[in-house]
């Protein structure tokens, strides 16, 4: 590790690896002991190594996978489960892991969904991540999880940064942070694996003999995210450190207040007229307005003839209940 000027062997790595998690959750405050943590998992190496370096320190934690039913050749939705099926089994056999399927919850898969909505021209990714938000969200929040944690890393950070910094974005500038405190039907987010290069995550994973899904999704190609990293990458050869340097610099310069949102970028937020989550536009969230496209609730979830709004998403939570508590493994 270069930007460290340092070498480790493989028990070393991974103790090394371990005590920095630590460091970085004190540091930002994420979360305690006493508290109960939902980590979001994909079958990839980070959210898996995540999990694992979280209960190895002692913490009480609970996995969430959503099935987004992404197939192609690689059959990756199915691959993804498997792996972290199997990761439970070896690594984290006590604890709970949440299953939502959003083709059973909602009616139609995400390549379905993103066809059938205008969200994202068609594009999969932007249906993909929203639904994701929600789903982590409203299943941490309700379950009375005191944080959700996510698997980014820092190239995934300093990418987003990157793409952010070029366009001005003052509003996700200012939010883009380890850490994002709870509110009002929001859960706290946290990412303790903000500090680490998506090698050394890699790293961790081959140590600890974790098997993770090594593709990636079948739509990420011509990610725009990607594009970025290929760029910092290139700097980071040159200049070891650069992507370390450029995240916590900016978090250092987001504490000193350069990056508080304009009060134009203040939006209160509102009650979602049908599912009563947390969001910013008037009447029905993103996500309610996306799922009627999607899946009718008189055709996909066949509620009958007559169903409100209201009627028809009481039904799709008692599906997506049902998902969830029967996922114990």
Known sequence: MRHHKLALCAPHYGEWFVVSTQRAIEKYKMFTR??????????????????????RLGYATDGLYVGLG???ELAYSDQSLAR??????????????HIVDV??????????????????HGKPCSACGLTKRYVMNRLAAERGY?????????????????QNTLHWQTGYLARQAPVLEAGEGLARKVKPFCRFYER??????????????????????????????????????????????FYTQFLKARRAGFFDAPSSDQIALRVCDVCGQPTTAPGRCAFCRMWDVAAPPNDALELGNALSAQDAWTAASARVAENMDLSDL
């Open 103 to 120: 083709q059973e919850t909602y009616g139609k898969t995400i390549p379905e969904i993103a066809r059938a909505s205008s969200r994202g």
């Open 70 to 72: 992404i197939q192609g």
């Open 146 to 162: 005191a944080a959700l944690a996510t698997g980014h890393n820092l190239d995934d950070e300093a990418a987003v940064l990157m």
């Open 84 to 97: 972290i099926r199997e990761f439970q089994a070896q690594h984290v056999p006590d604890a709970t892991l």
């Open 34 to 55: 006493a508290e109960r943590v939902l980590v979001a998992v994909s079958g990839g190496k980070d959210s898996l190594a995540l999990w694992d370096v979280l209960t």
């Open 200 to 245: 050394e995550t890699a790293a961790y994973a081959m140590v600890r003999d974790i098997n993770y899904v090594y593709d990636e999704c079948p739509h990420a190609v011509g990610n725009l995210t990607n594009f970025y990293k290929t760029l910092l990458n290139q700097l980071e050869a040159q200049s070891p450190g650069a992507k370390l340097q």
